[in-house]
Nanobody, 115 residues
Framework: VQLQASGGGSVQPGGSLRLSCKAS????????MVWYRQPPGKQRELVAT???????TYADSVKGRFTVSRDNVRNTVYLQMNSLKVEDTAVYYC??????????WGQGTQVTVSS
């Protein structure tokens, strides 16, 4: 199983980025996908979740700014991040939750928001 995250980078406050996480070697369609982030010096925190049926939930800190979506043909989950703030700076990770069996982490992608 591989989860390949991409799309991170540096952006000014108010800017946008779209993260992608492509899964392989696993039945992506039936899995729940989660985005986490770990700000510098802090613990990892949940950002957004999308179930196999497409239901989504968000951390209060990103509601209205971030959108999680999935493409079951491309086995990819996305995180569209708009109106980025300095406090969104973190390493972002995707996490795959299977109905049974092991769950998997992606390798992380750095997002830096600064002026």
């Amino acid at each position: 199983v591989q989860l390949q995250a991409s799309g991170g980078g540096s952006v000014q406050p108010g800017g946008s980025l779209r993260l992608s996480c492509k899964a392989s070697g696993v039945n992506f369609r039936i899995s729940t996908m989660v985005w986490y982030r770990q700000p510098p010096g802090k613990q990892r925190e949940l950002v957004a979740t999308i179930t196999s049926g497409g239901s989504t939930t968000y951390a209060d800190s990103v509601k209205g700014r971030f959108t999680v979506s999935r493409d079951n043909v491309r086995n990819t989950v996305y995180l569209q991040m708009n109106s980025l703030k300095v406090e969104d700076t973190a390493v972002y990770y995707c996490y795959l939750i299977r109905p049974t069996g092991n769950n998997y982490w992606g390798q992380g992608t750095q997002v830096t928001v600064s002026s």
